[in-house]
């Protein structure tokens, strides 16, 4: 049993290699052409410069402490977004989740308020903060709040009515029964939010930086733009892309960490034999 | 100490009424194994839930230990047929039989004795930092029995426990009832489908009818205490009470019912 299983997990991480060796193989493609095509004229060079150039202009852009700044206000803008809107999510999840007229109470009013883009909340954002952090803020919060909450709410409805029943037996009282079943019930759901609200909130937290000029990454990207430092704007875009995989990077390999007893990522004693 | 009265369990929606239970009696005396057994759809699991307090009767009671049931007794524990849905799988096997522990008031190595003299008592050792999906049926069986032994309970509910796991680990599995049952000294009671289950691990058979559920019959089991796969079962007594259970079962298949009084 012990030698299948450690035959199973090095099976596993071999096809994790390829998989990830595959996925590099992508990217060399992808910057390949991103050279060809404008040094065979496709697309002029002056919008769109060869990649090695580009590269050659965020190495030299690294080198500035207004790239680090930005680079900062970006993340520190992402994580305070984000661990407002988990935070909120799992309380107001728990909260809702766990009584049923509130849930219904509720329900319409969240479908309303969910699918309204986070951006039409620009104006209202810049009239109540202007371009600071908080404008920013607002938008990053709105958007991934939601991402957390509905994951909560159906997590927190998944509960097995026998583990449920065998809690209340054992006399489990309301809060041992939130931590000891409900919490680790919602657990997988909330770590599929997290993962979604952590991408969720860098692309709004871009959009406001360039949309309304706070202070960040995107506000780099709009300005290099309106300088004409066209290969320094695709320098931004490029570290705002690596950012993303990053953060979902981080957040699958929380998510292995956290559910390791999860049918999902376990190894059963039934994979074992098999 | 336990003391079923005229329990009566009607299940009610919108749109329709469904009588599970009309009218169940019984008493179960302190340190006695009762098994109860009846056909599918007997309404043995609705009864198990009114008697363990998680479901509310229509009308009756239930009394454990002189206090009306209004919710999960103190005193009591449930092991159930889903062991893989009532452990629980974030837990490793230490935990899940120490959860219910620390919501009692007691010293930290009061609860790590009863965890281990528990685990003991159902022959685990060794699985204590193992997570339950990880063991086999049977195993995490154990483990929910362990819980429940731990649990130090006076009466223990079991709701067809061996149904899902192979008839090799159930004849185990029930020694180790009758063995544990002998030893802490709990009043036990046993719901099966499973008529020869019931004859080899009881003192009284009670029989249940179709829904809506009433008592077919109270049956005695006089076997010897002590009891053996390979002997008890190939008692020429076994043999009868075995039959006698089975056509009372097959006439309430049939819809009869004894008549009300």
């Known amino acids: ?53 580009i590269m050659a202009a965020l190495f030299k852009e690294m080198t500035t402490a207004v790239f680090w700044s930005a680079l900062s206000d970006t993340l520190e803008a992402w994580a305070i977004g984000l661990v407002i809107s988990v935070v909120a999510g799992v309380v107001i999840g728990i909260a809702i989740g766990s009584s049923r007229i509130v849930r219904t109470l509720t329900h319409s009013t969240i479908e309303f308020l969910r699918p309204i883009p986070s951006v039409a909340l620009i104006p209202l954002a810049v009239l109540l903060f202007g371009s600071q952090i908080q404008s920013t803020l607002v938008l990053v919060i709105y958007a991934s709040f939601w991402q957390v909450l509905i994951q909560v709410l159906y997590g927190v409805q998944d509960v097995d009515p026998v583990a449920r029943e065998t809690a209340r037996c054992y006399g489990l009282g309301t809060w041992a029964q939130i931590r000891y079943v409900t919490w680790p019930t ?89 | 100490m336990l003391e079923v009265k005229g329990l009566r369990k009607v299940y009610e929606d919108t749109s329709r009424t ?92 009061r609860r790590e004795e009863l965890v281990r003299d528990a685990l003991a008592a159902v022959d685990l050792k060794g699985v204590e930092s193992a997570y339950p999906w990880q063991l086999s049926g049977g195993m995490q069986q154990r483990v929910a029995i362990a819980r429940a032994v731990a649990y130090e309970p006076h009466v223990l509910l079991m709701d067809e426990p061996f149904a899902a796991v192979d008839a090799q680990t159930r004849a185990d599995l029930e020694d180790l009832i009758r063995v544990l049952w002998r030893r802490l000294r709990v009043t036990v009671l046993f719901v099966t489908h499973d008529i020869d289950e019931s004859v080899y691990l009881g003192q ?58």
């Not at chain 1, 991103?34 to 919008?47: A, C, D, F, H, T």
Request: one cysteine or more; a positive charge; aromatic letters at 6%.
């Open chain 1, 1 to 53: 049993m012990k030698a299948a299983q450690a035959s199973k997990v090095r099976a596993k991480s071999t096809a994790r290699a390829f998989v990830w060796l595959q996925g590099l193989g992508g990217l060399v493609g992808f910057a390949l052409l991103l050279e060809i095509v404008p040094r065979i004229g496709l697309i002029s060079p002056n919008y769109l410069p060869p990649f090695s150039e």
């Open chain 1, 186 to 274: 919602a657990l997988p759901y909330l770590m599929t939010g997290i993962r979604l609200a952590a991408a969720v909130a860098l692309i709004l937290a871009i959009t406001s930086e360039v949309a309304i000029d706070t202070q960040g990454l995107g506000k780099q990207i709009s300005d290099t733009e309106s300088g004409g430092a066209v290969a320094i704007m695709y320098a931004y875009i490029i570290v705002a892309g690596i950012i993303g995989v990053i953060v979902n990077l981080g957040a699958r390999a929380l998510e292995r960490r956290v559910l390791a007893w999860h049918p999902s990522i376990r190894l059963d004693a039934a994979d074992a034999v098999a």
């Open chain 2, 204 to 261: 009284r058979v009670m029989v249940m009818s179709q829904a809506p559920t009433v008592i077919m019959e109270d049956v005695a089991v006089d076997l010897p205490d002590e009891r053996t796969q390979l002997e008890t079962r190939s008692m020429a007594r076994f043999g009868e009470l075995r039959k006698h259970i089975y056509s009372q079962i097959q006439l309430a298949k049939q819809g009869w019912r004894p008549p009300a009084g």
């Open chain 2, 18 to 109: 469904v009588e599970a239970i009309r009218d169940v009696s019984f008493c179960v005396g302190e340190g006695e194994l009762v098994c109860i057994v009846g056909p599918s759809g007997a309404g043995k699991t609705t009864l198990l839930k009114c008697i363990a307090g998680l479901l509310a009767p229509t009308a009756g009671g239930v009394i454990v230990e002189a206090t009306p049931v209004v919710g999960p007794p103190p005193a009591m524990a449930v092991v159930f047929q889903e062991y893989g849905r009532s452990l629980f799988p974030w837990m490793s096997v230490h935990d899940n039989v120490m959860l219910p522990l620390k919501q009692k008031n007691m010293p930290a190595a």
